[in-house]
């Protein structure tokens, strides 16, 4: 039977209001019950953990949602770097020739610089083949400062500013124990840090007319100390603190200049892959999508880039927590192996170390890798046992002398 619906503001309508809002809210003290009924014997001390569980699993998803939503809010079109003035230091090869390819392919104009002039020449020769808007070079080293500061006052003459500076060139150095050689450390923090702060400085006026972007080249080394590259990791770790610090000034001083700092795992670079493939248990990753990569960050403005995510910011996540897993992590990288002592020949020639003889002769640094060997092996034509491989493997260190070799 239909009832006629009373006015609300009328006391018999109001009454009327009381009583539904009672059944509403006796239903909904009724429900809850109803629908876990399927938990039958669901204690008070499960449904208060059910509640806990909300409490946490709703921000949760709160957060992967705004995190989504966040990161997919930009995505990296190539448009972005057409026309885009760009100079990209140690393109000569590697990640740095790979760099200026993409650029080119995106109609930016491109100025690349290297101390080996015939290798820039035919990068630049592909560079015009692959459509940049336009190519140049200049060679010289990054040991000197003054050079630095040339390359961008080309980049102003030239292209008549710039939008975007990739510092990416890494000097030379050892694949070994850190043998104490102080002037080389010296020499590698000038190349690898100081001329990316000489560089910089200068390019700050360009940079802040176009409110462009600063990328730093750095490493995992530069991130976690890694060994057999100390003075490598000390530039890259250099670089971290001072583009991080450069950053928050320029937040301060609301200055629109990006600064991307790029975190790279093994890649798959020619003077790389020969240094340290034999001793890194990872496969290197591909060298031309490691540098599209690093213009993708570049180009959204990331303040850190990743690449690959899986072998490099998964791990550094352990780093607050748990420092001393990672390191050992680290060192499981590595196929460590039994002594290798320098030829008398080499020590004799009077190798950087020696003289004082307080440090122990460090060894010679050939210029292609020499096969990693134990000292402890068998005679040619003899098979090793498993146990004794496993033994050599495991061998400490600090009792043996790794491989060395040039560059990290
Ligand atoms: P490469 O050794 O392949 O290339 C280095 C570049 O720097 C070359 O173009 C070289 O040219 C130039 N260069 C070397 N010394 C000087 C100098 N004194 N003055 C000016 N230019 C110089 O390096 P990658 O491509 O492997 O590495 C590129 C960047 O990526 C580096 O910053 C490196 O630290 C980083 N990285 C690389 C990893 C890898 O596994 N490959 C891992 C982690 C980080 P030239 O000899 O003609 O001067």
Redesign the pocket.
């Known amino acids: 039977m239909k009832r006629a619906r009373q006015n609300p503001n009328s006391p018999a309508g109001q009454a009327e209001q009381r009583g539904a809002n009672q059944r509403l809210l006796l239903g909904l003290s009724i429900h809850p019950p109803v629908i876990f009924q399927g938990f039958g014997s669901c204690s008070s001390s499960a449904n208060s953990g059910m509640g806990r569980l909300q409490k946490i699993l709703i921000p949760f998803l709160g957060l992967v949602l705004a995190f989504w939503f966040y990161s997919a809010r930009d995505t990296f079109k190539p448009e972005m770097l057409r026309g885009k003035r760009v100079i990209v230091?140690?393109?000569?090869?590697?990640?740095?020739e790979q760099i200026a390819y993409h650029l080119a392919r995106m109609g930016s104009h491109i100025l690349i610089?290297?101390?080996?002039e015939a290798?820039l020449q035919n990068v630049v020769q592909r560079c015009l083949e692959l459509g940049a808007a336009s190519a140049r070079f200049v060679s010289g080293?990054?040991?000197d400062t003054a050079f630095a500061q040339h390359v961008v006052r080309e980049a102003q003459t030239s292209l008549g500013g710039l939008d975007m500076l990739i510092l990416?060139?890494?000097?030379?150095s050892y694949f070994g124990f850190f043998d104490g050689d102080v002037e080389h450390v010296r020499k590698l923090l000038e190349?690898n840090f100081l001329s990316y702060v000489a560089m910089t400085t200068s390019a700050l006026p360009m940079l802040k007319e176009s409110e462009g972007s600063i990328v730093v080249?750095?490493?995992?080394?530069g991130k976690v100390g890694f060994p057999f590259t100390v003075p490598y990791s000390a530039t890259?770790f250099a670089l971290d603190g001072f583009f991080s610090s450069l950053r928050q000034e320029f937040a301060i001083q609301s200055i629109n200049v990006s600064i991307t700092l790029c975190i790279?795992?093994?890649?798959d670079?020619?003077?790389?892959v020969r240094a340290a493939a034999e001793v890194l248990r990872e496969r290197?990753a591909p060298?031309d999508e490691c540098a599209l990569e690093i213009l993708k960050g570049a180009a959204l403005r990331r303040r850190e880039l990743y690449y690959r995510y899986s072998s490099t910011r998964l791990p550094l996540l352990l780093r607050d927590c748990a420092a001393e897993l990672l390191d050992y992590l680290v060192r499981s990288r590595y196929r460590l192996r039994g002594p290798r002592r320098p030829p008398p020949s080499a020590l004799s020639r009077g190798h950087r170390g020696e003289g004082g003889g307080r440090r122990a002769p460090p060894l010679p640094v050939p210029a292609s890798p020499p096969p990693v060997r134990d000292a402890r092996a068998a005679p040619a034509g003899t098979k090793r046992g498993p146990q004794r491989r496993l033994r050599a493997l495991l061998a400490p260190p600090g009792r043996g002398k790794l491989i060395i070799n040039k560059?990290?």
């Open positions: 230091t140690g393109a000569s090869t590697g990640i740095g610089t290297a101390r080996t290798k080293t990054m040991e990416n060139h890494v000097g030379a190349i080249v750095s490493s995992m080394a890259k790279l795992g093994f890649i670079t020619e003077r790389a290197p060298r560059v990290y």
